[in-house]
């Protein structure tokens, strides 16, 4: 894949990147891993969704696994702040992101009472 296209495919600024010496290549394959985990991802939270609609106390459920072009801005965005926790020769890679991006996929359980929480 081309770098500039990939770059603004993901609106991704090359600058940045410079910045940070962060290499494309390097998000490129973080994406191609992202996608194959994405169907797996919908698959869990559907099923956890499921679970959760038929407790009579829940309103409603919704959930959503996270974008990926989301997923490398923000890989982007939280790099200096992980050069800081880690060391500065740190880098997001396949091993590493998704223990590092906690919010991957979520899931929201709207109920009508707050105390009904613990009980859900």
Same mark, same amino acid.
């Given at each position: ?33 992202? *996608? ?5 991802? %919908?698959? &869990?939270?559907? #099923?956890?969704? @499921? ?22 801005? *923000? ?5 200096? %702040?992980? &050069?800081?926790? #880690?060391?500065? @020769? ?31």
């Amino acid at each position: 894949m081309d770098r500039n296209y990939f770059l603004d495919m993901y609106g991704l600024a090359a600058q940045d990147l410079i910045d940070l010496n962060i290499n494309w290549i390097d998000l490129y394959n973080i994406l191609q891993d992202y *996608k194959k985990s994405i169907d797996i991802c %919908d698959a &869990r939270l559907m #099923y956890v969704a @499921n679970v959760l609609r038929q407790h009579p106390k829940v309103h409603s459920v919704k959930t959503r696994v996270k974008d990926p072009k989301r997923l490398l801005q *923000k890989l982007v965005r939280k790099t200096p %702040d992980r &050069r800081e926790k #880690y060391g500065e @020769n740190y880098n997001f890679n396949i091993q590493n992101y998704k223990d590092e991006i906690t919010d991957i996929m979520g899931i929201r359980v709207i109920h009508l009472f707050k105390e009904d929480w613990e009980e859900i």
